[in-house]
């Protein structure tokens, strides 16, 4: 299980865009998320009437180190750390360190 998924709403704690909120739209193998809105680039696209592609400047979402995001808690409205944690009908889940709320409902 990891500590960050799909639709985790996240929030950067270092680099350009520190302190930025966004939802995670995919979790990649090498330890690096992409999260909607944060870490964009401009890129130069060539066009390919071939696959109807229009050329120019085009804005991009870039991946972003795991290690330099952490999990929003709504109740404090800060990063929180993630634990795991085994409930009575033995149920794995993740919860917040600091308020000990569980992130899956």
């Known amino acids: 299980m ?3 998924k799909k ?3 996240v929030i950067v704690r270092t680099g350009k865009d520190k302190g930025k909120t966004g939802r995670v739209s ?7 998320v992409l999260i ?7 890129k130069n696209q060539k066009p390919n ?4 592609i229009s050329g120019g400047i085009i804005v991009k979402d870039m991946p972003i180190n795991i ?6 808690n709504p ?11 085994f409930l009575e009908d033995g149920k794995k889940v993740r919860y917040f360190k ?3 709320e569980v992130v899956d409902a």
């Open 2 to 4: 990891a500590k960050i």
């Open 7 to 9: 639709g985790d709403q």
């Open 26 to 32: 995919s979790v990649l193998k090498n330890d690096k």
């Open 36 to 42: 909607e809105g944060i870490n964009q680039v401009k």
């Open 49 to 52: 009437p071939n696959a109807g």
């Open 67 to 72: 290690s330099n995001i952490g999990l929003f």
């Open 75 to 85: 109740e404090t409205k800060k990063a929180d750390r993630v634990g795991f944690k």
């Open 98 to 100: 600091s308020t000990n």
